[in-house]
């Protein structure tokens, strides 16, 4: 069954940077795209970012382009989000997410989820 | 708000059947696949619809996806208490170059 593991969550204060990691395995992780979704407070769901399962693809949300960085090192199955200049508007449950198809990217078709990790980013 | 609309709240009473509705436009559901999950309290989000209306392993065919034009449907058939929750459309969007979620659907078994 293929696992999903965030961590680097926590309490922040606003401006301040975080990096989130994602552990994968139980699958061949170089095959896929990889995703972030966060859900806010009683809030739905939002796309933040995605990652092709080269690199060579990466893809932002409007609202943290040029503040967040997407990356992934296949040698280690791990997903990595960089996150600058937080925002308490960025408060939120961050779920690492795999693509479903290998080689795909973009469609938004994520057959496995983490169960999340928390950020707060108070002002 | 969401670029896909749905209605903030659905219910039904146990063995009844519930629609509900996801609406997009030119630069999403009209023109790509749409996507539909399952948020149970407590738990991640699970994939119920992929490409509009294929089940993956395990989904049970009580679940099913349709979709015309620039609008998507999820029907649930024969309700059951555990299906309360929140339900959520997506599809790629041309215009923001990626993927967009509807605001997601409060489904009450009554």
């Known amino acids: 069954e293929v696992q999903l593991v965030e961590s680097g969550g926590t309490l922040v204060q606003a401006g301040e940077s975080l990096r989130l990691s994602c552990a994968a395995s139980?699958?061949?992780?170089?095959?896929?795209?990889m995703h972030w979704v966060r859900q806010a407070p009683g809030k739905g769901l939002e796309w933040v970012s995605g990652?092709?399962?080269?690199?060579?693809?990466?893809g932002y949300a409007d609202s943290v382009r040029g503040r967040f960085t997407i990356s992934r090192d296949n040698a280690k199955s791990s997903l990595y989000l960089q996150m600058n200049s937080l925002r308490p508007a960025d408060t939120a449950l961050y779920y690492c997410?795999?693509?479903?198809?290998?080689?795909?990217?973009?469609?938004?078709?994520?057959?496995?989820w983490g169960q999340g990790t928390l950020v707060t980013v108070s002002s | 708000q969401s670029v896909l609309t749905q209605p903030p709240s659905a219910s039904g009473t146990p063995g009844q059947g519930v629609t509900i509705s996801c609406s997009g436009s030119?630069?999403?559901?009209?023109?790509?696949?749409v996507y539909w999950y399952q948020h149970l309290p407590g738990t991640a989000p699970k994939l119920l619809i992929y490409?509009?209306?294929q089940r993956p392993p395990g989904v049970p065919d009580r679940f099913s996806g349709s979709k015309s034009g620039t609008s998507a449907s999820l029907a649930i058939s024969g309700l059951r208490s555990e299906d309360e929750g929140d339900y959520y459309c997506?599809?790629?969007?041309?215009?923001?170059?990626?993927?967009?979620f509807g605001g997601g659907t409060k489904l009450t078994v009554l």
């Open positions: 490409r509009n209306d």
């Open positions: 997410t795999k693509q479903s198809f290998s080689g795909s990217y973009g469609q938004p078709s994520f057959d496995s």
């Open positions: 997506a599809a790629w969007d041309d215009t923001l170059s990626g993927p967009v």
């Open positions: 030119s630069s999403n559901i009209a023109t790509n696949n």
């Open positions: 990652i092709s399962w080269n690199g060579g693809t990466l």
């Open positions: 139980e699958f061949r992780f170089d095959d896929y795209a």
